[in-house]
Each structure stands twice: as structure tokens, then as C-alpha cells.
């Protein structure tokens, strides 16, 4: 598990459920009769603006822009869809909460692994500690982040389901941490046996290329002793010992050709 992803992923998270607490608290604001709101609002808006003094077009859309996000609030109000975004808003905690504890459960591990084997990646033990560090610290933030929002700044309902998921998630995360640190631990063994079998294959792999170079050295240099012998003592020929005389008159002596 990589925890860049496990970060980014529990970032995301948090990002979606202070957007949708955020949703939840103005659509739960906006219940009931929204005329004495959209009242209020005119009455502020031509107090701004007299007639002496003419709102801009971008003041006039603005004021337009927030009649129609109260109208449409009220409208999601009304038929309870506040209920639904309850339900992602959990669903989204719940997500951050999980990244987290592996995320966790990952440092603790790479902690151990490294005060026992040695570690042979491209970045330094002490930039791989510094991160762990910040991550850890920015995880914890964002934790701190979502209590200050779901329970003092909404609801009490997202006060409560921020309690009930923070308490269930802690005791999912001890499972996963014995469950993932064994998944690690399987995982190196893995890649111990995979480095293992990729150094023999390699080495079977240059003994066989020494192989058939000696073959090739060798069978060159016995052409080029045959090459150089015939070429220094013609009169063997290709074998090791001289022809008789009787020999050499049988392979000058002129062959007839009898046609039909």
C-alpha cells in the first residue's frame, strides 16, 4: 500500500465532508417558509442601494444569485434531502477514517521493517522518516479539522454521527493494522523470493552466454590452426600424417569420363 495514495485519498475525504456539512447546515437552515428570509434580503439590499445610488450589474446579479440559492435551498429542505447527504456525509468519514488507520497501520510497519532489514530505495531513511512525520501530523490535523466542524459548528445530529463512526473506525483500524502489517510482511517475503529468483536467472543466464562463447573461441581456434597447418605444410593435406606415394599419383593421376 502506497501511502501517498492512502493520504490522498483520506484528503479527499475531508474535503467532501466539510462540503457537505456545510450543504446539510444551510438546507437544514432553510426549513419551513422562506418568504421572511427573501424579505430580509430585499430590505437589505435597496437599503444598500437607494435610488440616489443604482446597484452595479454584478451587485444586482449577486443579490439575484443568493434570492435563488435561498429558494432552491428550501426546496431540498422541504423534501428531506438533507436525509441522503446525512448518509454521504457518514459515508465520507467513514472513508477518512479508514485511509487513516492504514496509513498508520503502513508507518508502524515500515518502522519495524527498517530496524531490520536494510532499505535500498532511491529516496534516504531520514527523508523517508520526515515524511512519515508530516503525513502523520497532517493526518491528525485533518482528524482535528472534522470534530471542530461536525460536532461545535453543525447539527448536533453530524456532532453525533461524527462520534459514533470515530468510535466504530478506531476499533476496525486495530484489525487492520494486525491484517495489513501481515499482508506487508507476505508481500516482502514475496519480493525477497522474486530478487532471489531474478539473481539466479541472471547468473544462470551469464554462465550459459560464458558457455557458448568458450564453445565459439574454442571451435575458431581449431578451424584456425586447421587453416594455418595446410596453409604451412600443404603437403598433408587435411590429415596429420603425409600421403605415400602412391597416394598423390591416385590423386594426379587424370580421370577418364566414359559418356553413353
Given at each position: 500500500m502506497d501511502p501517498l495514495t492512502l493520504f490522498a485519498l483520506a484528503n479527499g475525504a475531508v474535503s467532501a465532508v466539510k462540503a457537505g456539512c456545510k450543504l446539510y447546515k444551510d438546507i437544514k437552515?432553510?426549513?419551513?417558509?422562506?418568504?421572511?428570509?427573501?424579505?430580509?434580503?430585499?430590505?437589505?439590499?435597496?437599503?444598500?442601494?437607494?435610488?440616489?445610488?443604482?446597484?452595479?450589474?454584478?451587485?444586482?446579479?449577486?443579490?439575484?444569485?443568493?434570492?435563488n440559492e435561498?429558494?432552491?435551498?428550501?426546496?431540498?429542505?422541504?423534501?428531506?434531502?438533507?436525509?441522503?447527504?446525512?448518509?454521504?456525509?457518514?459515508?465520507?468519514?467513514?472513508?477518512?477514517y479508514d485511509n487513516y488507520y492504514?496509513?498508520?497501520?503502513?508507518?508502524?510497519?515500515?518502522?519495524?521493517?527498517?530496524?531490520?532489514?536494510?532499505?535500498?530505495?532511491?529516496?534516504?531513511?531520514?527523508k523517508r522518516a520526515l515524511q512519515r512525520v508530516l503525513m502523520r501530523k497532517q493526518l491528525e490535523q485533518m482528524g482535528t479539522e472534522l470534530r471542530e466542524i461536525m460536532v461545535y459548528q453543525s447539527p448536533p445530529e453530524l456532532g453525533a454521527l461524527h462520534?459514533?463512526?470515530?468510535?466504530?473506525?478506531?476499533?476496525?483500524?486495530?484489525?487492520?493494522?494486525?491484517?495489513?502489517?501481515?499482508?506487508?510482511?507476505?508481500?516482502?517475503?514475496?519480493?525477497?523470493?522474486?530478487?532471489?529468483?531474478?539473481?539466479?536467472?541472471?547468473?544462470?543466464?551469464?554462465?550459459?552466454?560464458?558457455?557458448?562463447?568458450?564453445?565459439?573461441?574454442?571451435?575458431?581456434?581449431?578451424?584456425?590452426v586447421a587453416w594455418d597447418r595446410q596453409q604451412k605444410y600443404p603437403q598433408y593435406g587435411t590429415d596429420f600424417f603425409p600421403k605415400s606415394a602412391k597416394q598423390q599419383r591416385q590423386e594426379t593421376k587424370p580421370q577418364i569420363y566414359v559418356g553413353r
Open positions: 437552515g432553510a426549513v419551513g417558509d422562506v418568504r421572511d428570509v427573501l424579505k430580509d434580503i430585499d430590505d437589505q439590499f435597496h437599503k444598500l442601494h437607494p435610488p440616489e445610488k443604482p446597484p452595479t450589474l454584478e451587485q444586482k446579479n449577486q443579490y439575484i444569485r443568493k434570492k435561498i429558494i432552491e435551498l428550501n426546496k431540498k429542505a422541504n423534501a428531506d434531502e438533507h436525509t441522503g447527504l446525512y448518509q454521504e456525509i457518514g459515508e465520507h468519514l467513514g472513508t477518512y492504514k496509513c498508520i497501520a503502513v508507518f508502524e510497519e515500515e518502522e519495524k521493517r527498517s530496524k531490520n532489514e536494510i532499505y535500498t530505495g532511491d529516496a534516504s531513511l531520514g462520534t459514533e463512526v470515530e468510535e466504530m473506525m478506531e476499533v476496525m483500524g486495530k484489525q487492520q493494522k494486525v491484517l495489513i502489517a501481515q499482508q506487508m510482511r507476505a508481500q516482502a517475503v514475496q519480493d525477497r523470493r522474486r530478487a532471489a529468483r531474478l539473481r539466479q536467472l541472471r547468473e544462470q543466464a551469464v554462465i550459459g552466454i560464458a558457455i557458448v562463447i568458450s564453445i565459439m573461441i574454442f571451435g575458431f581456434t581449431m578451424m584456425w
